[in-house]
């Protein structure tokens, strides 16, 4: 036989293989689009604030803004009274030292308060020279007065 026929044999079988692989490879189980689609994430286990009692979003808002004017005016005493447990003068003190060498801080709240039944969380938005941060308080309700949570 010549050898340009050979050759031309050579390559004609390469692409059947190549298009029979090619077949294989697309048919093979999983390759394809999966037979059920996948179950949605599960629902939330908290109650939206919109749905929170109305006192529970006023209350929270409350404690939420006396938190951002203690940081804003770095007062620890004032934060300290909106603690659910009494803190110590140390740890007063450790917070009016950070607070001190973190110098004038402009506090915000970032949203208004995520209430879930006895819990809520407060984000508070602190910008001073070395930076932004962004700080999730959490709230409790404890014997009916809502209070940083420990």
Request: proline share 11%; charged share 15%; glycine share 8%.
């Amino acid at each position: 036989m010549n050898r340009g026929l050979v050759a031309a044999l050579v390559v004609l079988a390469a692409l059947v293989a190549g298009g029979f692989l090619g077949l294989l490879l697309v048919a093979l189980p999983g390759s394809g689009p999966p037979a059920t689609p996948a179950p949605p994430p599960p629902a939330p286990r908290t109650t939206p604030s919109s749905q929170a009692p109305e006192a529970d979003r006023v209350a929270t808002t409350v404690v939420a803004n006396a938190l951002v004017h203690a940081m804003s005016a770095a007062d620890t005493t004032e934060f300290g009274a909106l603690a659910c447990r009494p803190q110590t003068a140390e740890a007063l003190a450790r917070l009016q030292s950070r607070w001190d060498a973190t110098g004038p801080m402009r506090v915000t709240l970032a949203a208004p308060p995520l209430v879930s039944g006895d819990e809520a969380t407060a984000t508070v938005h602190v910008e001073a020279e070395g930076g932004h941060k962004d700080t999730a308080f959490p709230l409790r309700r404890e014997n009916g007065r809502w209070c940083l949570a420990d």
